[in-house]
Antibody
Framework: QVQLVQSGGEVKKPGASVKVSCKAS????????ISWVRQAPGQGLEWMGW????????KYAQKLQGRVTMTTDTSTTTASLELRSLTSDDTAVYYC????????????WGQGTLVTVSS | DIQMTQSPSTLSASVGDRVTITCRAS??????LAWYQQKPGKAPKLLIY???SLESGVPSRFSGSGSGTEFTLTISSLQPDDFATYYC?????FGQGTKVEIK
């Protein structure tokens, strides 16, 4: 069965960086891309970006350009999200989701990782 | 970028009601429109993709329709398990969400 298992919660100070991982299993990792979506407390879903596992091509949300990097490691079937220069506005649950950049949607999601930014 | 506006923001309904949620795009768009259901503390779940295609395992009381700039998610007969928040999505944009509450 398809599973995306994310790393545990993080507490970071403003200005720091965070890296969240997403371990995929149950499917051919290189056949699908991975999107990252976050949700601030009590708020809606915010798409952060997408990476093609096959090619490494990325698409990032304009507001995060320059602060975000998405990578994959096919040897460990793991996708990673790094976000730098954290502020309190980055406090959110971060989700990885499987899907190619097409209308098929994001069909499997990780369980979410809470990142708290606080001094 | 295309903006997606959902309405209503909150909807109060009873079990058995027919429920419709609308998602309007700021400009005419392709068939890239998906709908997700999210329950508190849980990851979103894909319900509908490509405007009207039902994701495997999703009950047939959920349906999607629309074209151009207006799209709808319909629940034909609301069930207790359907009280949740629903989001539309086009490419890298989500709607702001519609919370379906018990009336």
């Amino acid at each position: 069965q398809v599973q995306l298992v994310q790393s545990g919660g993080e507490v970071k100070k403003p200005g720091a960086s965070v890296k969240v991982s997403c371990k995929a299993s149950g499917y051919t990792f290189t056949s699908y891309g991975i999107s990252w979506v976050r949700q601030a407390p009590g708020q809606g879903l915010e798409w952060m970006g997408w990476i093609s596992v096959h090619s490494g091509n990325t698409k990032y949300a304009q507001k995060l350009q320059g602060r975000v990097t998405m990578t994959t490691d096919t040897s460990t079937t793991t996708a990673s999200l790094e976000l730098r220069s954290l502020t309190s506005d980055d406090t959110a649950v971060y989700y990885c989701a499987r899907g190619n950049w097409n209308p098929r949607g994001f069909d499997y999601w990780g369980q979410g990782t809470l990142v708290t930014v606080s001094s | 970028d295309i903006q997606m506006t959902q309405s209503p923001s909150t909807l109060s309904a009873s079990v058995g009601d027919r429920v419709t949620i609308t998602c309007r795009a700021s400009q005419s768009m392709s068939s890239w429109l998906a709908w997700y259901q999210q329950k508190p503390g849980k990851a979103p779940k894909l319900l509908i993709y490509k405007v009207s295609s039902l994701e495997s395992g999703v009950p047939s009381r959920f349906s999607g329709s629309g074209s151009g700039t207006e799209f709808t998610l319909t629940i034909s007969s609301l069930q207790p398990d359907d009280f949740a928040t629903y989001y539309c999505q086009h490419e890298g944009t989500f709607g702001q969400g519609t919370k379906v509450e018990i009336k």
